[in-house]
């Protein structure tokens, strides 16, 4: 990686996102790797099916924002119901669905995140992410690099673990990337309405 490469993937931001994750045997790891490596999109893996879908909607509603925002607004809310039924009729069992509001660390190098589940350092786990209010939806792999007790909630322990990217689209790390810049730049301006 060059130096501007490692600047790039510095980048890191605190924000909440939609997030699922679980660990994954070495087996299956080293399967999607392989494929991975002879051209396959992380994204044909089972049950992301329909997240193709899904984010060609929410990408399509983008667009139309700019030129008719209310209307943009008014199909985003009867995609949201619509996707919601769905949920409720297939019970609960798609990606989105185990999809939770979650405050993580991200930055183009890994993820941290709190869980009550601990995990052992060398764990990989997979993820799905959606980057908010953008709704870009990212599926990648990481490798647990450290996993911390950091207090209790509702009575359960609570860990602090941090992962770096074993395995992410280079598109969806400019992805998080540009999150990245967008939000610290949404902070800075936010600082300076504040000093005025």
């Known amino acids: ?42 994204y044909t893996q089972e049950g992301l099916s329909d997240v193709p879908m899904y984010i060609g909607a929410q990408a399509a509603l983008d667009r139309l924002r700019q030129r008719d925002a209310d209307l943009a607004d008014f199909l985003g809310h009867l995609d949201n119901k619509i996707n919601f039924l769905l949920k409720k009729a297939e019970g ?35 993820f799905h992410l959606t980057l908010l209010p953008s709704h870009a939806y990212l599926y990648f792999l990481a490798q647990v690099i450290s996993c911390k007790l950091d207090g209790d909630r509702q009575g359960k322990a609570v860990y602090r673990v ?35």
């Open 1 to 42: 990686m060059t130096d501007k490469e490692n600047r790039r993937s510095a980048v890191r931001t605190t924000d909440r996102f939609l997030l699922a994750y679980k660990r994954v045997s070495r087996e299956k790891f080293t399967e999607i790797a392989a494929d991975y490596h002879q051209g396959v999109s992380l």
């Open 92 to 126: 609960e069992n798609t990606v989105f669905a185990a999809m939770k509001l979650q405050k993580a660390d991200l930055s183009g190098g890994g993820i941290a995140f709190h869980a009550f589940e601990k995990f052992k350092p060398g764990d990989i786990v997979e």
């Open 162 to 196: 941090s992962a770096e990217f074993t395995l992410i689209m280079d598109e969806d790390r400019e992805k998080v990337v540009q999150h990245g810049f967008k939000k610290q730049s949404l902070a800075l301006r936010s600082r300076r309405q504040q000093n005025e």
